[in-house]
């Protein structure tokens, strides 16, 4: 069973900084791409940003909203998606989500159930 | 960008009834579009994507139509599981998008 668990959300101030984890299991880790979508309290959803596979060069894609501050990274030996945030924002609130996305199909196939990330003085 | 815009933002419906959501891409996005649902405090879940190709244990009753801009997804037979929010997404570029969200409330 595909399973994708997020974690390292928590309560950090304006300006500073989180690494977020998505620990996979049950999959071939280094097959998709993956992604982080996030949802603002009581919004809608945000793609954040996304990693390519190997195959494709590990290269990665942001929203312009979080281009330079946050970058997306993968250790497919560890079966494990990271997010370095930086300079974080009060509009960063929101719960993180994992997601997998296999090639050749639309994106977020399997998604985990997310970290709360709280960005407040 | 490529935005994204759903309607209505809210639907109330009785069991048993057939509803539609619809969605329009800013520009033409083939059939590069998927919806999801989403439950209180849960992850969403994609239903349908690609003009009717529905996921693995999707029921047939949401279908989906439409290619280009305009798309709509249609629930029949309502039943008190299928409340929710319902989201659009295009994945024909970059970056993905989403439309705001049709909130289905069972009445």
């Known amino acids: 069973e595909v399973q994708v668990v997020e974690s390292g959300g928590g309560l950090v101030q304006p300006g500073g900084s989180l690494r977020l984890s998505c620990a996979g299991s049950?999959?071939?880790?280094?097959?998709?791409?993956m992604d982080w979508v996030r949802q603002a309290p009581g919004k809608g959803l945000e793609w954040v940003a996304r990693i390519r596979n190997k195959v494709n060069s590990y290269k990665t894609e942001y929203v312009a909203s979080v281009q330079g501050r946050f970058t997306i990274s993968r250790d497919d030996s560890k079966n494990s998606l990271y997010l370095e945030m930086n300079s974080l924002k009060t509009d960063d609130t929101a719960v993180y989500y994992c997601a997998v996305s296999y090639t050749g199909r639309p994106p977020f196939n399997y998604w985990g159930l997310g970290t709360l990330v709280s960005v407040s003085s | 960008d490529i935005q994204m815009t759903q309607s209505p933002s809210s639907l109330s419906a009785s069991v048993g009834d057939t509803v539609t959501i619809t969605c329009r891409a800013s520009?033409?996005?083939?059939?590069?579009l998927v919806w999801f649902q989403q439950k209180p405090g849960k992850a969403p879940n994609s239903l349908i994507y690609?003009?009717?190709s529905s996921q693995s244990g999707v029921p047939s009753k949401f279908r989906d139509s439409g290619s280009g801009t305009d798309f709509a997804l249609t629930i029949s037979s309502l039943q008190p599981e299928d409340f929710g929010t319902y989201y659009c997404h295009q994945y024909k570029s970059y970056p993905f998008t989403f439309g705001g969200g049709t909130r289905l409330e069972i009445k």
């Open positions: 690609g003009a009717s």
């Open positions: 520009q033409g996005i083939s059939n590069s």
């Open positions: 049950g999959f071939i880790f280094s097959d998709p791409h």
